[in-house]
């Protein structure tokens, strides 16, 4: 962090830093703060620190009388933002952890918070967290690859000195980390959010400070966000119970808000939910519920986009990239099993129209994982590789189902012998196939109200089918209607051509 007394800095800057400390400290307004730390500090980033680091907490301490709690939040944000516009080093990573370990000690030390901060700020300084614990391990890994490569590191982890200058940057990065202490191990960090979870939640009729009430919902995201990367998808869907909990759960002093509606108004947060919940479902084979909660948001983005309304938003950018992964992930549970009716028309259509004959060409699965960036805390252990061996190994039954189903929904009643012969198969080897594809698309399916984790068991089959001495029996699942989808794309189809004939020249 940049040094230098307090007079050297702009005027725009020492300014800056006052507004935002009384908004964090004294007016405690949301309007205010959310220009402050939304718009003001991209803009003064922009023009005065594009490519080096904000001033140290401690040029700056006299602009807010040396408080502790605001410096450690100045010293998070800007440090966030110089691991934005440069390349940190592993002492920088490390010395990321030495920042969210002061931030967080003074939250949670004090009984109740004396400070307030907008929902977007609490939710990027805990996303920003998660996101560079994820960082420090794949640096980690790619270090220790990188030495055993080249015979650095032996077996007992010992280090051997090397002669290149290659060599002696990986024997000083491999004694850095050695030497680091308890930096981003896994149990603190999982420490933290819990602590931050539970401090938040509602108990006995207490009233909860608002800020507490943040921390909890914002750290319930982000735990199941870390849940997700490390693979624990039953932990990642269980992490995010305390937002249907207390969804209603009304915010003291913040106007009526509610769990849901914050959640709802950090449209990242949401966006995190949505995917990685998507993926926890994908994986545990719940395909319902991974559709249902996927297409919602989808469509969602769909009308935002049309209205220009989340290019408004901060972080905009990256909507597109995360719409266009959740796509993808619809494409492959359309291909997995049936989705008629599980999601609105107009997205089944681009599903359809982007990625349905790409899908069906594909050579292999694996280019259709759209995963998140898995985090291995065991530097000698590949997660994403075995995440991907999953998923293939799931994958690799479901050509065989897909053609089953196909057949299936031809007929009302066929003799198994047929249904064989269509496979190539003889009857005893076809009947495990027959028996084991309806076991596999029986899954748990949340209903109204239910928790991520709950829900009762269903088929996720658009066919039911049962055998009865030779012969196999097949029951058309009943169709949902859903007239309002037809009306509204109509409606929306008739606005268009009307802006279009109202655009067009009438005079002569």
């Not at 000690?105 to 901060?117: K, S």
């Not at 990986?170 to 602590?195: K, M, P």
């Not at 060409?361 to 291995?376: D, G, L, Y």
């Not at 012969?421 to 084991?436: C, G, I, Q, S, T």
Request: net charge negative; proline share 4%.
């Amino acid at each position: 962090m940049a040094s230098g007394s307090d007079s050297a800095l702009p005027q725009a800057l020492t300014d800056f830093v006052f507004d935002l400390y009384d908004s964090v400290t004294l007016s405690q307004l949301s309007e205010e703060q959310g220009k402050l730390y939304n718009t003001d500090f991209r803009d003064l980033s922009s023009k005065y620190f594009g490519s080096q680091p904000w001033p140290s907490p401690q040029s700056i301490a006299s602009e807010c009388n040396g408080d502790p709690m605001f410096l450690a939040l100045y010293r998070e944000l800007t440090q966030r933002h110089w691991h934005a516009v440069s390349r940190p080093s592993i002492r920088d990573r490390i010395e990321g952890w030495q920042v969210y370990r002061e931030l967080f000690e003074e939250i949670l030390e004090a009984d109740e918070p004396n400070f307030f901060l907008v929902p977007s700020w609490i939710f990027d300084i805990l996303q920003e967290f998660v996101y560079q614990f994820q960082g420090f391990c794949q640096i980690r890994s790619a270090v220790y690859a990188s030495a055993r490569k080249q015979g650095i590191l032996s077996d007992d982890g010992t280090i051997q000195e090397g002669s290149s200058s290659q060599s002696t940057n990986l024997v000083e990065n491999l004694s850095v980390l050695q030497n680091a202490g308890d930096a981003w191990e896994v149990e603190a960090v999982y420490g933290y959010l819990h602590r931050m979870v539970h401090r938040g939640m509602p108990a006995g009729g207490a009233t909860i400070h608002p800020v507490s009430s943040y921390l909890s919902l914002f750290s319930s995201v982000s735990l199941s966000r870390l849940d997700c990367l490390l693979g624990d998808y039953t932990s990642s869907l269980q992490a995010l119970s305390p937002l249907t909990i207390h969804g209603e759960y009304v915010i003291p002093k913040d106007e009526g808000s509610t769990v849901t509606s914050v959640l709802h108004s950090v449209f990242p947060a949401r966006i995190s939910v949505v995917y990685h919940a998507g993926v926890s479902f994908l994986m545990l084979r719940r395909y319902k519920d991974a559709v249902k909660i996927l297409a919602d948001l989808c469509a969602y983005m769909q009308r935002g986009f049309k209205s220009g309304q989340l290019r408004k938003l901060p972080g905009s950018d990256q909507f597109n990239k995360q719409y266009e992964r959740m796509l993808s992930l619809l494409a492959i549970l359309n291909h997995i099993c049936p989705t008629n009716g599980w999601m609105e028309d107009s997205v089944a259509r681009v599903v359809r129209e982007k990625h349905s004959a790409k899908l069906e060409a594909a050579s292999s699965m694996e280019e259709w994982f759209q995963s998140p960036k898995f985090i291995s805390t065991d530097p000698s252990f590949g997660l994403y590789r075995q995440q991907v061996q999953i998923f293939l190994q799931e994958m690799s039954t479901q050509p065989a189902g897909h053609k089953l189903r196909t057949y299936l929904k031809l007929y009302t009643s066929l003799p198994v012998e047929k249904l064989a012969k269509f496979h190539d198969m003889w009857v005893p080897d076809f009947l495990p196939l027959l028996l084991a594809y309806k076991l596999r698309m029986r899954q748990v399916e949340r209903g109204e109200g239910d928790s991520y984790i709950g829900g009762t068991q269903r088929s996720a089959l658009d066919i039911h089918y049962y055998l009865n001495g030779a012969l196999v029996h097949v029951d058309e699942a009943e169709k949902t209607r859903r007239f309002e989808n037809y009306f509204v794309a109509q409606i929306a189809q008739n606005i268009e051509i009307r802006r279009d004939a109202l655009a067009i020249d009438t005079k002569v």
